[in-house]
């Protein structure tokens, strides 16, 4: 029998924000073999290798008080719920914020083949993290969605501007503000499709990661989970369609300004030739 690694079997979905990964993660929480915890983004891996102030013991606790402490009503919840969930809130306050506490946020995982966690922001983590993360598993995998950089671009946008109540400023900013906006790191990296897959194909061994496009994805449903659920070697799963229907973390609505795709034109041309050297065929409906 195969030693037990610390992470056991773990799934990893890194892909960017506004590419699919809220939607991804409601539909393949159905799943019975996939484990989450409560927190879908736990972020821990950009803790450990990016940004160890992250995850500090007053971000946790305004999380927990935000996000699961004051949201049960007494008289309508499941006291047993309440307790597991209750359990998993002092395992995330617990110190110190380590591979172990990470491990830890899964110690109530059943059956299930894979623990899982989605972040966006463990795309960013250094080539050299990948290997450690890697031998600390018995089986990782790592699903990296991309979306049109463009149409991704201006969501999140759209996005972070409603969330922040700026949303006056996609009907008064030019063209300068625009781009200067989109092109700030916390942004514009997410746009860097080939510098993610780079670092992921020289950190992990072939066949750990698999790239997803969120246009294939929107195409054929079924079909690309059932690709995600071969690359978990996992059984393919009859989802409600009433969840492949759902829409997730919609941005406001507002029509992209005609010049918006021309202020990042080489910027596209560039990250789709670094697809095509990486042996990827990005979608023809790119802009």
């Known amino acids: 029998m195969s030693q037990q690694q610390l992470f056991g079997n773990l799934f990893l979905s890194i892909g960017a924000m506004k590419a699919g990964t809220t939607w991804l993660y409601t539909v393949l929480s159905r799943h019975p073999e996939l484990h989450f915890s409560l927190e879908k983004e736990i972020h821990y891996f950009y803790h450990r290798y990016v940004n160890s102030g992250l995850l500090s013991d007053q971000r946790r606790m305004r999380n927990a008080k935000q996000q699961y402490l004051n949201r049960f009503d007494p008289d309508r919840a499941n006291i047993d719920r309440i307790r597991h969930n209750l359990h998993w809130v002092s395992a995330y306050l617990s110190r110190p914020v380590d591979d172990h506490w990470f491990r830890n946020l899964f110690e109530l995982r059943g059956n299930q083949k894979y623990a899982c966690e989605f972040s966006n922001l463990t795309a960013h983590v250094p080539v050299e993290a990948w290997p450690r993360i890697h031998d600390d598993c018995n089986k990782l995998r790592v699903l990296y969605t991309m979306r049109d950089p463009i149409k991704r671009l201006w969501s999140h946008t759209k996005f972070h501007l409603q969330v922040t109540n700026q949303v006056d400023k996609l009907d008064t900013w030019t063209p300068e503000e625009f781009q200067a906006f989109a092109k700030k790191d916390f942004l514009w990296d997410n746009a860097e499709y080939g510098a993610v897959l780079r670092r992921v194909k020289e950190g992990l061994p072939e066949g750990t990661w698999m790239p997803l496009f969120y246009e294939d994805l929107h195409e054929d449903q079924r079909g690309t989970l059932k690709k995600i659920e071969d690359f978990l070697d996992i059984s393919n799963f009859d989802y409600p369609q009433q969840i492949l229907d759902k829409r997730m973390t919609e941005s406001v609505k507002r029509p992209m300004p005609e010049f918006f795709p021309d202020l990042f034109t080489e910027d596209v041309e560039r ?17």
């Open 271 to 287: 990250i789709k030739s670094e697809l095509t050297d990486l042996g990827l065929e990005p979608p023809a409906s790119w802009l």
